[in-house]
Nanobody
Framework: QVQLVESGGGLVQAGGSLRLSCAAS????????MGWFRQDPGKQREVVAS???????DYADSVKDRFTISRDNVKNTIYLQMNNLKPYDTAVYYC???????????????WGQGTQVTVSS
């Protein structure tokens, strides 16, 4: 089993910045992709950003040029630097990891508990 611990959410004014962290621990042989989703009540869940084990990143169009995802493979941790935040970025942000417990196992996706990001206008 894999546990994900998120931190860094909070309340910020529009134009401000926040940095989210997500640390994975547990029975981990290898990790493939890691990333972030977000969901606001009444809206669909949206993928925000992801990064592969090779460092290839992908972003939602709505956050390109404002958010940066990075990864520390030694610490099994990812970060999401969010700059120039806008009110529509308000949501609960969930991190995920695709990991496997052994070489012969398949990858499974695990989720964090979510962290609230609120951007005031």
């Amino acid at each position: 089993q894999v546990q994900l611990v998120e931190s860094g959410g909070g309340l910020v004014q529009a134009g401000g910045s926040l940095r989210l962290s997500c640390a994975a621990s547990g029975i981990i042989f290898s990790i493939n992709a890691m990333g972030w989703f977000r969901q606001d009540p009444g809206k669909q869940r949206e993928v925000v950003a992801s990064v592969t084990s090779f460092g290839i990143t992908d972003y939602a169009d709505s956050v390109k040029d404002r958010f940066t995802i990075s990864r520390d493979n030694v610490k099994n941790t990812i970060y999401l630097q969010m700059n120039n935040l806008k009110p529509y970025d308000t949501a609960v942000y969930y991190c995920f990891v695709d990991s496997r417990p052994s070489y012969s196992s398949s990858f499974s996706r695990f989720w964090g508990q979510g962290t609230q990001v609120t951007v005031s206008s």
